[in-house]
T-cell receptor, first 109, second 115 residues
Framework: GQNIDQPTEMTATEGAIVQINCTYQTSGFNGLFWYQQHAGEAPTFLSYNVLDGLEEKGRFSSFLSRSKGYSYLLLKELQMKDSASYLC??????????WGAGTKLIIKP | IAGITQAPTSQILAAGRRMTLRCTQD?????MYWYRQDLGLGLRLIHYSNTAGTTGKGEVPDGYSVSRANTDDFPLTLASAVPSQTSVYFCASSDERGRGTDTQYFGPGTRLTVL
């Protein structure tokens, strides 16, 4: 079956760095997406990885290892507005996104 | 209109009633999707449409129907609502389903409560 595993909740301090891990098992693979979702709002696109390695986009970076079925999202210089849920979603062989339950990130001053 | 809109924002519905959730996009995207999001679970795909005139079943299609008469609109209908359909419903669209780089963009959601 298809499965996504992310920590349910993480806490970090404003200004620090946090890494949110995601492991996945899917039928085929066509890349992996990360989305951010603030409470009561819609998910918004953060990043996409299809090749192994690190993709950097400002304060956010995303890493992928296809052989390990593993990805992480790295958030630097944390700000209070980064308090949100982060959703890991690999795309399977049918081009369907398989969504994890998300990691709720709490930022403390 | 900018992006994707959904209506209503929220709704309380008696069990057994029929309800249509509306979704409109102005990005001329070919593909559209309906998801439900429940606490502690990931987004689950209900139905999708690759292009106007076509629809497909997702992971949890039972009790729901969709139509895609044109590019912009993708309504979701609950023929006879049940309490287990209480959820937050998100509509999304993307340029072209079937490409790995195809990014989905989400509407603001409809919070539905079935009593």
């Amino acid at each position: 079956g298809q499965n996504i595993d992310q920590p349910t909740e993480m806490t970090a301090t404003e200004g620090a760095i946090v890494q949110i891990n995601c492991t996945y098992q899917t039928s085929g693979f066509n890349g992996l997406f990360w989305y951010q979702q603030h409470a009561g709002e819609a998910p918004t696109f953060l990043s996409y990885n299809v090749l192994d390695g690190l993709e950097e986009k400002g304060r956010f970076s995303s890493f992928l290892s296809r052989s390990k079925g593993y990805s992480y999202l790295l958030l630097k210089e944390l700000q209070m507005k980064d308090s949100a849920s982060y959703l890991c979603a690999p795309m399977d062989s049918n081009y369907q996104l398989i969504w994890g339950a998300g990691t709720k990130l709490i930022i403390k001053p | 209109i900018a992006g994707i809109t959904q209506a209503p924002t929220s709704q309380i519905l008696a069990a057994g009633r029929r309800m249509t959730l509306r979704c409109t996009q102005d990005m001329r995207h070919n593909a559209m999707y309906w998801y439900r999001q429940d606490l502690g679970l990931g987004l689950r795909l209900i139905h999708y449409s690759n292009t106007a005139g076509t629809t497909g079943k997702g992971e949890v299609p039972d009790g729901y129907s969709v139509s895609r008469a044109n590019t912009d609109d993708f309504p979701l209908t609950l023929a006879s609502a049940v309490p287990s359909q209480t959820s937050v419903y998100f509509c999304a669209s993307s340029d072209e389903r079937g490409r790995g780089t195809d990014t989905q963009y989400f509407g603001p959601g409809t919070r539905l409560t079935v009593l």
